[in-house]
């Protein structure tokens, strides 16, 4: 299993110390570093701007949203970092949410399945370069003859060409029927909130995808990132609880404070791992404004169940579990450069 480093999305401000945290990756045999975006920061940037110091690690998007670009903006993005890091680009995508896709993109967020297989497809055609790019599908139509076109759209091929037509693409995807298309149509998956103890509830899902037709990958090839915040504490009393505390607020805030109240997708794979009531209630409070509350409702097994912290044994341990269930890379959040040369170290 490759370790990979998740710098995430920026807040109200650019998070300092990210060229340390990256060339310590790079120098401590790290496999990739992976930028996300939400409604702030972007993905690309960041693996350019930082990216640009390194030579081996590869260049990821833990996810890059589909409705914010074209596809074949989406592609141009891409094949342009691929040349820029020599072939070290990982396109990770996924749908997002409603609130966000017609909130922020003004974009339709409907039929998220469909869109994602033409966004895909209008991507690898554009990667391969073998003709002129079409699409007959209603997501993305190439040429466009919608509303208000003057009907002068003409297929084109990109003017680069890029480096690997088979860049591998990744998607991020939680429920039955995406991890099920993400098996058939993609060369990796991006999960959120995996655990060891949930890793059982996926593989139906993924074996489905691996045994459609045409499917592009076999379980064999296809990659697994997860991510997980991985902290190293010199004991396993107070100094690990004081971690364990630290991170109840993000796991209410995705619980209960992402997505609408109808349609929070992060919640629903909370529900489907067997924390449903308590779902509901850190929902309710934390969409009446009560967080510290709905954060207080967070038991310790569910933090302990998505991270690993604790010792140096623990760590060894916890690790060797995730990889079991076939986990080909560990995504992981550190604090700074000293951290990520422990992880490394540990887990040499």
Known sequence: MKLGLQLGYWGAQPPQGVGELVAAAEES??????????WGSDAFTPLAWWGRETSRVRLGTSIVQMSGRSPTSIAMHALTLDHLSNGRMILGMGVSGPQVVEGWYGQPFSKPLARTREVVDIIRQVLAREAPVTNDGPHY?????????VGLGKPLKPIVHPLRADLPIWLGAEGPKNVAQTA?????????????S?????????????????????????????????QITTDNGAARQ???DGMKPFVALYMGGMGAKEQNFHKFVFERMGYGELADEVQR????????????LIPDELVNDMHIIGDEGYVRERVAEW????????????????EVRQVAEVLA
């Open 29 to 38: 045999g790290f496999d990739s570093i992976f930028a996300a975006e939400a």
């Open 141 to 149: 139509p190439l040429p466009y003859h919608g509303e208000g076109a």
């Open 184 to 196: 058939q149509i993609a060369d990796g998956w991006l999960p959120i909130f995996y655990t060891p």
């Open 198 to 230: 949930s890793a059982g509830m996926y593989q139906p899902w993924l074996d489905e995808g691996f045994a459609r037709d045409g499917a592009r990958r076999t379980r064999a090839d296809f990659e697994v990132a997860a991510t997980c915040h991985l």
């Open 242 to 244: 004081a971690v364990v």
């Open 285 to 296: 409070l934390y969409l009446s404004g009560e967080k510290d509350r709905a954060t207080g």
């Open 323 to 338: 990889e079991e269930t076939g986990v080909t890379t560990l995504l992981l959040s550190c604090r700074d450069a000293d």
